[in-house]
């Protein structure tokens, strides 16, 4: 799930969002769409784990230099999956070369196709 990166957001909310939006990572970017990082629901109990309030704005817990996809890459899908098998990741951003969002490559959706 994109999401608009605030100051403000909190673990609690952060959860919520995962919770409702149906994905186990947000992504976050600016204003210009610029990736900021990724925040997991595992980053998230991470912290509540070690004792950390659900209030605790996420600024602390974002992943600032996540796993992404270059949009000229030729083979998108194939790196998804790699990135899926030897990283454990679901949702992966696809950036220009400006660090700008373009598309957000969902695992789940690659391995339903491969089942159709």
Same mark, same amino acid.
């Given at each position: 799930?994109?999401?608009?990166?605030?100051?403000?957001?909190?673990?609690?909310?952060?959860?919520?969002?995962?919770?409702?939006?149906?994905?186990?990572?947000?992504?976050?970017?600016?204003?210009?769409?610029?990736?900021?990082? #990724?925040?997991?629901?595992?980053?998230?109990?991470?912290?509540?784990?070690?004792?950390?309030?659900?209030?605790?704005?996420?600024?602390?817990?974002?992943?600032?230099?996540?796993?992404?996809?270059?949009?000229?890459?030729?083979?998108?899908?194939?790196?998804?999956?790699?990135?899926?098998?030897?990283?454990?990741?679901? #949702?992966?951003?696809?950036?220009?070369?400006g660090r700008k969002i373009v598309n957000v490559i969902r695992v789940r959706e690659l391995i339903g196709r491969e089942f159709d």
């Amino acid at each position: 799930m994109l999401v608009l990166f605030s100051k403000g957001l909190t673990l609690e909310d952060a959860a919520r969002l995962i919770l409702y939006g149906h994905e186990r990572t947000l992504i976050l970017h600016d204003e210009s769409s610029k990736l900021i990082g #990724v925040l997991s629901q595992g980053d998230i109990l991470r912290a509540i784990w070690t004792g950390i309030s659900t209030k605790t704005p996420i600024n602390d817990h974002v992943n600032l230099n996540p796993l992404y996809i270059d949009s000229t890459a030729s083979n998108k899908e194939g790196i998804a999956l790699k990135l899926f098998a030897e990283e454990g990741v679901l #949702v992966i951003p696809e950036l220009d070369e400006g660090r700008k969002i373009v598309n957000v490559i969902r695992v789940r959706e690659l391995i339903g196709r491969e089942f159709d």
